[in-house]
């Protein structure tokens, strides 16, 4: 027995340091407050959960967080990694929150210890870090010396504070999950808990209700490790375990020894008894050989004679077959009178049908000659009209008519829509003259029915030519304006909504009033000259004028005076010399595009074009003609050789039925006598057949499973020996006799038994 040794149990970085304050951050429903710790005092866990009670308070989850910190060993961190661990952050449903705040469960959160000696606390802390996550890795550990906790002042604060926190403490003393415990407190571990909580697999335990159901080995090895002693039985495990196991592995070989020893000497004993038996055995499977190779060899020969034979029989039996089936052929060609009839009629009908399909030819040739005399005739008619033809298809002298069609039926549109300008520019001039032009004359036409007096504002009005730059710009949204006398003011406006709807009316001045500089006029419009003058003011570069309340910009340029009735009559009356200008042009187009050099010259090239194209498709149709009378020429030379060769047909066809009857007879004569030799020839072939089976040379080559010269040679040697002993010793030799002693199958079958 080894002795164990007397190594205390290491306490690992914490030592003997003892836990003296916990901080969550994202742990459950805890808060991120420091929770201090009394060493060796009882702890009592109590709170207000969602439901005013303590249900859901976080009592369970506080226990959960200090056993992770501590590495509680029912956790399995060694194995699983913390994966269970992870059901501890905190979760919005699980923590009772209501859904209305749409919080969101977090992925990571700590777990934060202050470990120090509880009579001296402030002289040698250390702080451990563990983080726990919903991904791999699932828990990691840090620790540094010191006291490095969050102290925000906010609870959110201290929350937002542990990340950085983690950061600082950096990864070069970082602890995974398998290594946490071992290293931060030693082999012996720093806590037992018995939590009721699904997060982490149930098993029995010393600490819970299920003790009376754990096995005295698994107490004891509870009590070893609570105890820290697990390293210490390992390795007195690994010291005195392998000594046993040679120990036992001697033992089992020696055993095994000794039972071979006696296997093999029994074995030994039966290869003699098989030694004796096997010299025996092979002198008479050598004997035996012999036989078969003589039988075999003798066999051989009757069944090579026997297969000459059956092959002249199979040769003649195949000549009978021929001359039976040559026999049987020429009487099914024979068949019955009736079918001789049938044949004749049928014959006389396709030779009838073929004198028909003659006929019909000639027919189609005669119609063909017919279609292209046809032809030909309307070729003479078409030579005429084709002369002058210049080359061009039917589709350029159709488009080249199409174009001088356009061309003239434009000019006609152009002349009459000169003619219809030039007829409203009299119209206008004439308004002009009397005062009424545009929509303002209608209005004032209008009016006058109902005698109420309007004048035009345009007409009435004068501008110097050098307030026209600035005056015509204000003017020119008035051109249909007219002005009235202020009593028939609403007059006017009742009759002109319904007659004229966007009528202009302006209302004159009660009293006569001086009219703007630049402006000139019989009518007293002096309010609204100059309301326009002041609303309207000139752009910088005098071009146009613009409302500021309106945000309305009006351009001038006008070419010609745009007021004063002088001015507009002079612009119609060179309106209309325009159109009249306009109009003589236009009747002169017409006159040139009705030419009828041009319009003819089209009409005829686009016949000829047509005439040239039709006889091109009569040369197609004459050629096409032209090998269909071939083709069927061709056809009548061939239908009348055939009919002629139908005829012929139909002429044996009647020769065969009038000598069916004796035909007949000598056919079946044939048959009979080609019959009894086939037959006589099959009885020859099943009699050889026989003979050879009783040979069974076959079955002699498979008992003897090897070729003829094979058994030749053998059969020399036993041979050559034989004679050597009965000249040495004076014996007769008789192994011969005794290797032919059975020549048929009966022999065979004794020998295999």
Known sequence: MTTPPTSHPSRGIVGDRQLIAVQ???????????????????????????????????????????????????????????????????????????????????????????????????TSPLTVWVRIATTTPYLQANWTE?????????DHERSIQADALWRELGTRQLLFARAMAEKLYGTAPRCLTYLDT???????????????????????????????????????????????????????????????????????????????????????????????????????????RVAALMEEERQAAETAVALVRDAEDRLSSLGSVEELATQKGKARQTWSDAQQLVGELSQKVTGLATQQALLRSRRTTLLPQAQGWDGSDCTTTAARLDQRQREHAKAEMQRDEAED?????????????????????????????????????????????????????????????????????DTARRLLHAALPGAQIISSDVG???????????????????????????????????????????????????????????QARADLAAAKQACTEAAEAVAGATAALTLTLAQTQHAAAQAAEELTRLDTQENYLQIKIEDLA????????????????????????????????????????????????????AALERQRDQVAASQWQQQWGATLEDGAHLLDQVSAYSCECSTKYGDTCTSREAVRQSRHPAGMAVAGR
């Open 24 to 122: 969550a951050f994202d742990i459950a429903r805890l808060t991120a407050h420091a929770v201090p710790i009394v060493p060796e005092t009882f702890i009592a866990v109590s709170g207000l959960g969602p439901k005013d009670d303590s249900n859901g308070s976080g009592k369970t989850s506080f226990l959960i967080a200090v056993s992770l910190l501590l590495a509680d060993p029912q956790w399995r961190l060694e194995t699983n990694g913390g994966r269970h661990a992870s059901g501890i952050l905190f979760r919005p449903d699980a923590a009772g929150v209501d859904q209305a705040h749409q919080a969101s469960p977090v992925t990571h959160g700590y777990i934060v210890g202050v470990f120090a000696h509880p009579g001296e606390p402030a």
């Open 146 to 154: 010191g006291l490095h906790v969050a102290d925000a002042p906010t």
């Open 198 to 304: 699904a997060l982490r697999p149930p098993v029995p335990s010393l600490l819970s209700q299920q003790l009376t159901e754990m096995e005295p080995h698994d107490i004891g090895r509870s009590l070893i490790a609570l105890s820290g002693m697990t390293s210490l039985l390992e390795e007195e495990d690994d010291l005195r375990g392998p000594a046993m196991q040679h120990q036992i592995s001697l033992e089992k070989a020696q055993a095994e020894h000794a039972q071979a020893l006696l296997a093999e000497e029994q074995v030994m004993s039966g290869v003699r008894a098989r030694e004796a038996a096997r010299l025996a055995l092979q002198r008479g499977h050598e004997t035996w050989h012999r036989y078969l190779a003589a039988s075999y060899r003798d066999a051989h020969h009757s069944d090579q």
């Open 421 to 489: 300008t030039a007829t409203r520019a009299r119209t206008h001039l004439h308004d002009v003259e009397q005062g009424r032009s545009g929509q303002a004359g209608r209005a004032i036409d209008l009016l006058s029915e109902h005698r109420i007096r309007a004048h035009g504002l345009l007409d009435q009005l004068n501008v110097d030519e050098a307030a026209r730059s600035e005056w015509e710009p204000r003017l020119a949204p008035w051109q249909d304006a007219i002005v009235v006398e202020p009593e028939h003011e």
């Open 512 to 570: 006569q009033n001086p009219l703007p500089e630049g402006i000139h006029s019989t009518l007293n419009v002096t309010r609204f000259l100059a309301t326009l003058q002041q609303r309207l003011t000139p752009s910088s570069d005098g071009s146009a004028v613009r409302d500021q309340a309106l945000a309305l910009t009006v351009t001038g340029g006008f070419p010609t005076a745009l007021a004063g009735r002088e001015a507009r009559l002079r």
């Open 634 to 685: 061709g056809r009548s030379v061939k239908a009348a050789r055939d009919e002629r060769e139908l005829q012929q047909t139909w002429q044996e066809a009647v020769a065969r039925h009038a000598s069916h009857k004796q035909l007949l007879a000598n056919a079946k004569l044939t048959l009979e006598g080609a019959g009894k030799a086939l037959k006589e020839r099959h009885r020859n072939l």
